[in-house]
């Protein structure tokens, strides 16, 4: 196989703008299909694409039979998703899904067996991963001149407006509140009443990254319902998780989405910072900021810490074959998208490790949907599970209940 044929399902504003366009401008992709349940987004798509070889399907299983593409990306409602996926891989496609994985653990210990059993190509589509300054850090942690890494914050803070949380149950499209209160047909997406820290991928993903690691360890806390600044959308408006990784690093996660915040330049809403015995690194809060770093090694505690001009432009774009691509600076997430596609394209046509694979997506997943739970049980402590196969659970079968 020298090209992927793929069918593409999910065509709101993420998997019509972006996926549906790396789909079809990177090289080793060609789309063959698009599919939603909502026909004006169908027809939307297809309007866009102005391609007469991509069919267009309104069942997903429809697709799988009549098209026959080698691989799928799904970019769905996020407790829809894994359903797609397993019906997806057992008709011997390879799956991408957006993130987040899932919403519960069964739907990840579902997808964790099934990828196991089928043995195909599994990969969450996260891109903050991707940034360069991750891999610069990653580099500083390995090279043991920050110590042992004692501490590490994310955060996703951002406000998109309120018309996330309704939409028309006819033509898919969002309502603003004002419309949703008056539109009989407005319906709750899967964005509302959900936990904000569930939206944990793009901060998780980086940090265990960098760090190498898993999370085993999860407590949460959230912001009370009674006072939300929008009571329609029935969700906390701040969500904190305190989790302790495998090795000893104590994280500090924050996700909330429904107070207006300011832009913090390249990386949007996302902040990172990490503590070691030996110094620290820090992420700018704004387009003026500085990203700083201090160690020992470069001076006394009387030291500022030095200003530093890491990017988000991935630094592995030339492994990645991205050199030709005129579009990477734009693909989205800066330049981070185009990262993802390439990676998923490599894993299938040239064997390369999956570089997001179910393990690491259900590692970002689980101490998320974890941290919401604990805050529904009054800050109960849970112990996040090892998903990786081992002498207590044989590849594809479900751990034993205890």
Known sequence: MNEIRVGLVGLGPRGRGC?????????????????????????????????????????????????????????????RQVDLAVEALEAGVHVMTEVPTAFTMDDLWWLVTTVEKTGLVYQLGEQTRHWGFVDAWRGIVQSGAMGRIVCAEGQYIGYYGTHWFFYDIETG??????????????RPTWRRGMH?????????????????????????MGTPLEVARVPEANKRDMEIAL??????????????????????GETGHHWYALMGTEGSVEWKRAGWDKCKMW?????????????????????????????????????????????????????????????????????????????????????????????????????GQLPKKT
């Open 243 to 264: 989790m302790l990784t495998a090795k000893g690093t104590l994280m500090r996660l924050s996700c909330g989405f429904t107070c207006p915040v300011p832009h913090r």
């Open 19 to 79: 996926w549906a366009r790396h789909f079809r401008q990177m090289p080793g992709y060609r789309l063959a299909a698009v599919c939603d349940r909502f026909t004006e987004q169908v027809e939307k798509t297809m309007r866009e694409i102005d391609d007469p070889d991509v069919a267009a399907y309104r069942d997903f299983s429809s697709m799988l039979k009549e098209a026959s593409p080698d691989a799928v990306g799904i970019c769905s409602d996020p407790d």
């Open 196 to 220: 904000p820290i569930w939206y944990l991928p793009h901060e998780l993903s980086p940090l265990l990254k960098i760090l190498d690691d898993r999370v085993v360890e999860v407590v949460a």
């Open 295 to 395: 160690t020992t090694a470069m001076g006394t505690r009387d030291n500022e810490p030095t200003a530093v001009e890491w990017s988000t432009y991935p630094l592995k774009s030339g492994e990645y074959g991205l050199e030709s691509d005129d579009n990477i600076s734009a693909s989205g997430h800066g330049g981070a998208d185009a990262s993802v596609f390439a990676t998923f394209r490599d894993a299938i046509l040239n064997g390369a490790p999956v570089d997001m694979d179910v393990y690491k997506a259900c590692e970002t997943a689980a101490p998320a949907i974890l941290a919401g739970e604990s805050i529904d049980k009054d800050s109960a402590r849970f112990i996040v599970p090892d998903f990786r196969p081992g002498p207590d659970r044989p590849v």
């Open 173 to 186: 499209r969002y309502l603003p509140l004002d419309e949703a209160r008056s539109n009989p047909r407005a």
